[in-house]
């Protein structure tokens, strides 16, 4: 595909007038072509007045026509090639595997969520029929149905060009509610951004759909990006990134005249608490020790889901598994981050942590090739300076971590307590160590979305059970999950219908029901 440098509003390139950006090779600092016209507030406002000059039609949508729109997007993706992974791995630094199966990813869960269209239920139907006769007061006819809230602003996320970004889980599941989508395109991977967005707008054509379905734009987050949200268009957001990024959003939706809600996954340290019955053996403790760094450095530590923090009990068992993460770490070198001023911001966190009083570090690999491959690192510290201490809870995002010593299992619910909200909780256990996990537990519940099992919390699985929200600082809405088919909630909401006479009523809400959604009758599910 042909790069044009614009962004794509309405189906069509278009050309900014507030100056000009470029992707950077992360490796090598080399400045990639071409180079990416920012648009003007009045450019912006032409994308935001198409997709609501859209909604109408795109919300309407017949179920088949609206899933092969979906399935049309990751066919296309898919048949870009290795175009798309090689522009990617240039603006991100992440290897072609792993991009690869990010493409995996996106593609799936759009089809994923195609699937969710042809099957109906995040429609929500509820029938209670009229009561004429009840006594002592009738019942009318009320019928209910989930309704999409109109065009989403989507913002590209810097760690997964594909996979949180132009279609990535926000967008698919704002098309899957049929909200049109404004993205906001992540600076740092431009080009990476517009292969995807033509494959978008690609969809968009050859299914006849209204071109205001889909713009891609480009510009700063502090002007376009606030003036996105601000737009009295947009009727939510979707974001992944910093909690800075996320909350100056989350101030603007909520300054506006119709406040709207902001989706924003933004920061987590993902606590892994390990347990004695888990470092039993020798076998056991160096095999815990490589997954755990395994986890912390791949993808150079650039996942929202990295454990930054592991609790591991004091005494013997404890000293030999420090000693083999510090074996483990040692002899690797750094990954390239994906940009300068990703790889700066480390730098900052991982020296306050370094500098913070009564923490040791444990052990520090090399420095990679290039200014932007730090060499990862653990540090160590006790439980008590660890509570006491709020740099300690800090996010480091890259590949940093902290081992923290405790005595006993009281500890870590008091611990669990005073820790920000998180996406995961992982916990090492045998079954000699259920007991005294369990009171863990409701701890972990009140604090984090996702508790894993003697698991490691990088790795995401897309389907209908899986959680990737918390409570804040994690997310802006613990009741939501950015990943999974339930992210389709996000971007709907309920309406009822009393009295409609069936030729008034929408489709999934006639009696004949021509869609063929399941339905709750009077609470029970309809037979069909």
Not at 9 to 36: D, F, R, V
Not at 285 to 310: D, H, N
Request: net charge negative; with cysteine.
């Amino acid at each position: 595909m042909t790069l044009n440098g614009h962004s794509l509003i309405a189906g069509h390139p278009a050309a900014g007038t507030s100056g000009t950006a470029h992707g950077i090779n992360p490796a090598t600092s080399e400045q990639l072509e071409p180079a990416y016209t920012l648009i003007s507030d009045d450019q912006l406002r032409t994308a935001t007045e198409a997709a609501a000059d859209a909604f109408d039609s795109f919300s309407t949508l017949e179920p088949g026509q609206h899933a092969r729109f979906l399935d049309a997007i990751a066919e296309n993706i898919e048949a870009i090639g290795e175009e798309l992974i090689e522009r990617a791995s240039a603006e991100t630094g992440l290897g072609v595997d792993r991009l690869r199966g990010e493409r995996a990813r996106t593609a799936g869960q759009l089809r994923l969520f195609a699937e969710v269209v042809r099957g109906g239920d995040f429609r929500g139907v509820r029938i209670d029929p009229a009561l004429p006769d009840r006594a002592p007061l009738p019942r009318a006819d009320i019928r209910q149905r989930q309704i999409p809230l109109g065009p989403v602003a989507v913002f590209g996320a810097s760690n997964f060009p594909l996979a949180f970004s132009v279609a990535g889980g926000d967008t698919a599941s704002a098309f899957a509610a049929g909200c049109p989508v404004v993205v906001k395109a992540h600076n740092a991977h431009p080009g990476t951004a517009e292969l995807v967005g033509q494959a978008i707008v690609n969809a968009v054509r050859d299914l006849g759909l209204h071109p205001g379905v889909f713009s891609l734009v480009y510009g700063s987050g502090a002007s376009i990006g606030q003036a996105l949200v601000a737009d009295p268009n947009i009727k939510a957001v979707g974001f992944t990134g910093s909690r800075a990024g996320g909350t100056a959003l989350m101030r603007t939706a909520a300054a506006r005249p119709e406040p709207i809600p902001v989706y924003a996954e933004m920061s987590s340290i993902n606590p892994v608490y390990v347990f004695p019955g888990a470092l039993s053996g020798t076998k056991d403790v160096e095999a815990l020790a490589r997954q755990y760094v395994a986890s912390v450095t791949g993808s150079s530590g650039q996942l929202c889901t990295s454990p930054g923090l592991v609790f591991v009990p004091a005494g013997e068992a404890g000293d030999r598994f420090a000693v083999a993460v510090a074996g483990e770490i040692t002899p690797l070198s750094g990954q390239t981050m994906l940009s300068g001023g990703i790889a700066s911001a480390w730098h900052h966190r991982h020296d306050a942590l370094e500098a913070a009083a009564d923490v040791e570090l444990l052990g520090r690999g090399h420095q990679g090739p290039g200014e932007n491959a730090p060499a990862p690192a653990v540090f160590s510290s006790e439980l008590d300076v660890f509570t006491g201490n709020p740099v300690l809870h800090e996010e480091i995002f890259g590949a940093a971590s902290l081992v923290v010593r405790y005595k006993g299992v009281d500890d870590l619910v008091e611990a669990t307590g005073k820790l920000d909200g998180q996406l995961t909780a992982s916990l090492h256990v045998t079954e000699e160590d259920y007991a005294a996990a369990a009171p863990l537990i409701p701890a972990l519940e009140r604090k984090v979305g996702r508790i894993i099992i003697n698991g490691w919390p990088t790795g995401v699985e897309v389907g209908h059970a899986m959680v990737h929200g918390g409570p804040y600082p994690a997310t802006s809405d613990s009741r939501t999950t950015s990943v999974g088919t339930l992210a389709i909630e996000r971007f709907l909401r309920p309406v009822a219908y009393q009295g409609f006479p069936e030729q008034l009523r929408p489709a999934p809400l006639q009696d004949a029901n021509p869609w063929n959604v399941n339905r709750l009758i009077d609470g029970k599910p309809e037979q069909h």
